[in-house]
């Protein structure tokens, strides 16, 4: 850290932040290997033209080049439009790993633009005009990960340079007229550069502005100085409502939940202010007084829940330093203090108020963790779910909330900087729809357990352990605020993810955690014409666990083209697919499913007929599409077979819109693993390729397409959909994979439920756990894993995600591409 007259900057190095190793600024991170390539990393499409190159020493990488135009596609065709005739050529899938493409910029603005894991948009090359956009036929938006574990710059500064004008924050892609004016990539307006800025604290040089890190990085973090506070920092505030009735105490979760929190609870994220609290709940709402100087917890038990109050409100929320034996007394008594219950009922609404109460004059966190139908007082449920109906109607019904309830006390919590996250642990419907809208308006997050049991489902047990601890200990910023700013002349109209929408443009975020992803809708509304790159950067404004108040801010640069095939070569099929699966999402409540499946089905059949009508220079027979959107049909296709929107096949109610809450939810990395999987050949792993990370050698298979001609009775495969692995045994696998791996001496002894590989000493065993150890590694959730051979419960599930195949209620993914070239030929 310097400290330089009045500034500091400090540099927080990578080993400071969570996370895997490798995802640094301006790597591309490791993920999963069928989406990546290192080889392309930072190729900045075509060659580049002489005209290009940045000025030699003018005023540094936020000066742009006027000759953008050079750099038009038209020269030669990339490889993005290369023809691709989808009903002639089958293997279409990358061996290796799709990495973002990378937008056609000059050199020296790509090396510093915004990491693809951050900020990613649907189109790399933004349309001239909206009617091109139109003409084009495909979703203009963007994808976010705002506060992603990542190393970053963080600069201390008593003054943070914003445009005058539109309150941009200086970034790499401003224009600097000269050592004291700059220009706003924004809305234009030329800024003084104030006088402390002329000093440079990295190199301890003056009058060279534009080599400060603010402008040499496109993410970066500041601590704010106190005109960005409405009023002094919130300390870190946890309250835990926990499900207690005789459901909740048959499922077991209780003990686990005490028993991480016990392991956990020096690491919750905090300082000395640190507060917590504990509310159970039945029929009936029990607070615990944990007040410093009592010999052991008191419970306080409040039956009155149409008239809820706080018996005393001073000792529920403790200062967890001062009383951390008394809460660990609490953690230690509470799954005994149950286990003999007969409460069946559960008042959650109450329970939700009382929270609200006592949170109110903080803000805070609330984990509400539930395993029934709420059945009791206000926010009580019917069950709506028909199982006859689950795979016969076309239309699925009671996608919406049952009441109105949930909602308006997430805006409530949302109002007081109240975040609500919901643990759903449950075998029976519990009306996610209904109970989501408390996560889903206070800015938390939803996490459900189908089936939890500590006995019979060991699998889903180490998921919540896992999950939980995660949950408890990562990174966490209060009492948020996001704002994405956008080039002029561009516009956003549409969110997705969880978040209230404040003003037109403010996303309220009482908690925002490492783990959510965004994602906005764009249009154009005045003409870019005589622009060359447009802008769009989002500013994060959050209080950290220590209670500082920060912001992060990403800027993202991108080209502007006016003509169809260049709009088309720099087209992200999978940033296209995140962003219509919010779109579906939404469209399904708000219309109905069968709505949202045929405009997913129109997406693809009007982005390949506009491709077809204005970009192909030679008409030829087939279904043809530009390299970049080969894949477009089969993600399609995937999303159309997805649980949350698949027809035709029993899916539960709770199953279906939980997977609807991820797609809006997740990171698009971790989103596109739970619409198409990732298949691997496992039983024949080797060294050739291989990474070497941490001195373990991790094999790379290749990716194999989702169908069963791909799978063999001699080997064994292991599917990666994101939530959940399966590793498939073939009846007839080599003996050799069966001992050395799973440990048994033939595939008979292969057990039911198997979920845990044995830690043989081996190198089939070392390579087939490095490998799986790997993938579960790049994500922040732990995804179970259980082995399965042909007589397994779960072989339906593992053969539902075979996309290509055909099944009884849906076209195989050579009958889809035909139906598709049926409707663009009309």
């Not at 199982?387 to 949930?406: E, G, M, V, W």
């Not at 830690?759 to 579960?776: K, P, V, Y």
């Amino acid at each position: 850290i310097y400290n330089l007259e009045g500034f500091t900057f400090s540099v927080i190095t990578a080993t400071q932040w969570p996370g895997p190793p490798g995802r640094h600024l301006g790597h591309y991170p490791s993920l999963p290997p069928g989406y990546q390539n290192t080889s392309a990393l930072h190729n900045a499409g075509p060659p580049m033209h002489p005209a290009m190159q940045a000025p030699p020493g003018g005023p540094g990488p936020a000066q742009l080049s006027q000759s953008l135009a050079a750099l038009s596609l038209q020269s030669s065709t990339p490889e993005s439009l290369r023809v691709v005739n989808l009903l002639q050529e089958r293997n279409l899938l990358p061996p290796n790993p799709m990495p973002a493409p990378t937008p056609c910029l000059p050199q020296d603005l790509q090396k510093i633009n915004c990491n693809p894991e951050v900020f990613r948009s649907t189109l790399t090359s933004i349309p001239q005009t909206q009617s091109l956009l139109n003409k084009a036929k495909m979703p203009l938006g963007l994808l976010l990960h705002p506060f992603k574990d990542l190393s970053l710059p963080v600069v201390t500064s008593s003054t943070i340079v914003r445009c005058r004008s539109c309150r941009t924050y200086i970034n790499p892609f401003v224009n600097f007229l000269d050592q004291r004016r700059w220009k706003c990539n924004l809305c234009y307006r030329v800024n003084d550069v104030p006088e402390e800025f002329m000093y440079n604290p990295v190199s301890r040089s003056y009058g060279e502005p534009h080599k400060r890190p603010e402008v040499q990085n496109a993410t970066i973090e500041f601590i704010a100085p106190s005109e960005y506070m409405l009023r002094p920092p919130q300390p870190a505030v946890y309250l835990f409502i926990l499900d207690v009735s005789h459901n909740a105490v048959e499922t077991g979760y209780l003990n686990v939940f005490c028993q991480s929190l016990l392991d956990n609870i020096n690491a919750l994220p905090g300082d000395s202010r640190t507060k917590v609290g504990f509310i159970t709940f039945d029929s009936t709402i029990h607070f615990y007084n944990l007040q410093e100087g009592l010999s052991q917890p008191q419970m306080l038990i409040v039956s009155d829940i149409e008239d809820i109050f706080l018996p005393t409100p001073d000792s529920l929320l403790v200062n967890l330093n001062e009383c951390k034996e008394l809460v660990q007394d609490l953690l230690k008594s509470l799954p005994n203090l149950f286990e003999k219950t007969m409460e069946t009922q559960s008042a959650l609404g109450s329970a939700l108020q009382a929270a609200f109460k006592l949170l109110s004059p903080t803000g805070g966190r609330m984990s509400i963790f539930q395993t029934q139908l709420p059945n009791l007082g206000v926010g009580a449920l019917q069950s709506r779910e028909d199982p006859n109906q689950r795979a016969s109607a076309k239309d699925i019904q009671h996608l919406s909330p049952a009441t109105d309830f949930y909602k308006k006390l997430a805006l409530d919590c949302s109002g007081q900087q109240v975040a609500v996250d919901l643990f759903l642990l449950s075998s029976q419907y519990c009306d996610l729809a209904s109970l989501g809208c408390i996560s889903r308006y206070s800015a938390g997050s939803v996490y459900y357990y189908p089936s939890y049991h500590h006995q019979h489902n060991p699998a889903q047990v180490e998921c919540f352990q896992k999950d939980l601890k995660r949950y408890l200990t990562r990174k966490i910023g209060f009492e948020a605020v996001m704002r994405i700013r956008c080039t002029k002349g561009l516009s956003i109209h549409t969110f997705h993810g969880n978040f209230f929408v404040r003003s037109t443009d403010l996303l309220s975020l009482p908690n925002v955690n490492p783990d959510a992803g965004f994602a906005v809708q764009m249009s154009i509304e005045e003409n870019l014409d005589d622009m060359q790159v447009v802008s769009f950067q989002a500013a994060l404004l959050y209080t950290s666990s220590k209670g500082e108040r920060r912001i992060r801010v990403h800027t993202l640069c991108l080209p502007v083209v006016n003509s169809l095939a260049d709009i088309f070569a720099g087209a992200d099929v999978q940033a296209i697919t995140g962003l219509l699966a919010c779109m579906a999402v939404d469209r399904s409540a708000t219309a109905s499913l069968s709505d949202a499946r045929d405009a997913m089905t129109n997406a693809a059949i009007d982005s390949l007929t506009s491709y077809r009508q204005s970009v192909l220079t030679i008409q030829q027979p087939g279904l043809l599409a530009p390299a970049c959107l080969r894949l477009f049909p089969l993600f399609i296709l995937a999303l159309l077979k997805q649980k949350a929107f698949r027809t035709g096949t029993s899916t539960r109610l709770d199953d279906r819109l939980f997977a609807m809450c991820q797609l809006k939810y997740q990171p698009l990395v971790y989103a596109l693993l739970m619409i198409h999987p990732a298949l691997y050949r496992v039983d024949d792993l080797t060294d050739e390729g291989a990474l070497n990370i941490n001195d373990r050698t991790i094999p790379q298979p290749r990716v194999l397409q989702l169908s069963v001609e791909k799978l063999s009775r001699e080997a064994a495969f292991l599917m990666d959909a994101g939530t959940v692995m399966y590793l498939w045994i073939g009846r007839n696998c080599h003996p050799n994979f069966l001992t050395q791996v799973l440990g048994v001496p033939n595939y008979a002894a292969v057990p039911d439920n198997l979920y845990l590989l044995p830690e043989l000493d081996t190198a089939e065993s070392q390579r087939t756990r490095a490998f799986i150890g790997w993938l579960r590694d790049q994500r922040p959730f732990f995804p179970s894993l259980h082995v399965i051979r042909d007589e397994s419960q779960l072989k339906p599930t593992f053969m539902q995600n075979m996309i290509e195949d055909r099944t009884e209620s849906a076209l195989s993914y050579y009958e889809f591409l035909l139906h598709l070239q049926q409707q663009i030929s009309k």
